[in-house]
């Protein structure tokens, strides 16, 4: 098996490597292997890789197409995109010392490369303007939602922030429109807390609650957000992907998340029948994940502020999101 020795692969363009595991004994090939792994990418795309040297063992040694896999442990290989879209926006960093960056993040740009977009990332983009190597998201939030985003700048520094995370010691606001609370067909009091038990759904794009049937214990939960509706909104100034928009009153909601599920917010907005405006995925698959966005129907939802004390410097910091929703224009 190949050893490491301490062996850290370098950042190509922006964009660090990707690992996959060789199972033991396998008789493949090195471009036999990656091209039954990942039978999405081409053959030849994985020789054009190969030839610029961007398939590498444990070691670092650049592997050649029809090398032999029977001493080699896992690859690092590097991620591109054929003919990759441009977004027609940009992110705004509104934060940066030696330890964190905080950027304000459009609608439809993902925050790591994924799927269509790697060059376009926030990250990727961000690694290039700032000319930082080591930068490392601290959270996420979805492609199409906009608003902030914060990165650890120094690797030594990326645990102490992303234990905040996760012992749940940042405040984190979003905002969000959706159809006011009489459109529901639950009876609701706001403010509200809502829990359920949400897992990945059989499409991979979507998320969905558990039942309390499908298990044992029907107080048991794993995500829980605390909502408000602020604001009523004069529905003849909305334009939406939803045939009946115009007709549906609509509110602006503060929505706080206790945890950090995939698709949280948009998830819980839906299951009380207050599904977010433009949403493409709840209630129902409007559009598939790989078909190409509605640049004039963002999602409506935007992560507005989030506060913390910082574990490096030991100061509270707050920021706030500069954007607006566009039904709020």
Request: glycine content about 4%.
């Amino acid at each position: 098996m190949s050893s490491s020795n301490g062996f850290k692969p370098p950042v190509k363009n922006g964009v660090g490597p990707s690992t996959v595991g060789i199972p033991a004994n396998t008789t493949l090939c090195a471009i036999e292997f990656l091209t039954q792994k990942f039978s999405a990418i081409s053959r030849e795309e994985w020789q054009q890789r190969f030839e610029a040297g961007e398939i590498l063992n444990a070691a670092g040694r650049e592997m050649a197409p029809q090398d032999s896999l029977r001493p080699e442990s896992h690859l690092h290989y590097y991620r591109s995109i054929q003919n990759e879209p441009v977004l027609p926006f940009q992110a705004k960093v509104i934060f940066q010392d030696d330890h964190l960056v905080v950027a304000d993040k459009p609608h439809f740009m993902p925050v790591t490369p994924g799927g269509r977009y790697v060059q376009q990332s926030l990250l990727v983009q961000l690694k290039h303007q700032l000319n930082l190597p080591e930068l490392s998201p601290l959270h996420r939030i979805d492609r199409e939602t906009a608003g902030l985003v914060l990165f650890s700048v120094r690797a030594q520094d990326r645990n102490a922030y992303q234990e905040l995370f996760r012992l749940q010691q940042v405040e984190k606001t979003y905002e969000a429109i959706a159809g006011a609370p009489e459109t529901s067909a639950r009876p609701l009091q706001f403010p509200l807390v809502y829990r359920s038990m949400v897992l990945e759904d059989s499409q991979f794009f979507r998320m969905r609650e558990v039942a309390s049937l499908e298990h044992q214990d029907s107080s048991e939960f794993n995500s829980e957000t605390w909502m408000d509706c602020v604001e009523r909104l004069h529905t003849h100034l909305i334009e939406s992907t939803h045939d009946n928009a115009s007709a549906t009153p609509l509110a602006r909601y503060l929505l706080k998340p206790v945890t950090g599920q995939r698709h949280q917010l948009r998830v819980h907005m839906n299951a009380l029948g207050l599904p977010l405006m433009n949403d493409q995925f709840y209630p129902e698959v409007l559009r598939d994940a790989n078909e190409d966005d509605d640049f004039n129907a963002p999602l409506q939802l935007l992560a507005r502020a989030i506060a913390f004390k910082d574990p490096v410097t030991g100061t509270s910091k707050s920021f706030q999101s500069s954007r607006q929703l566009a039904a709020l224009r």
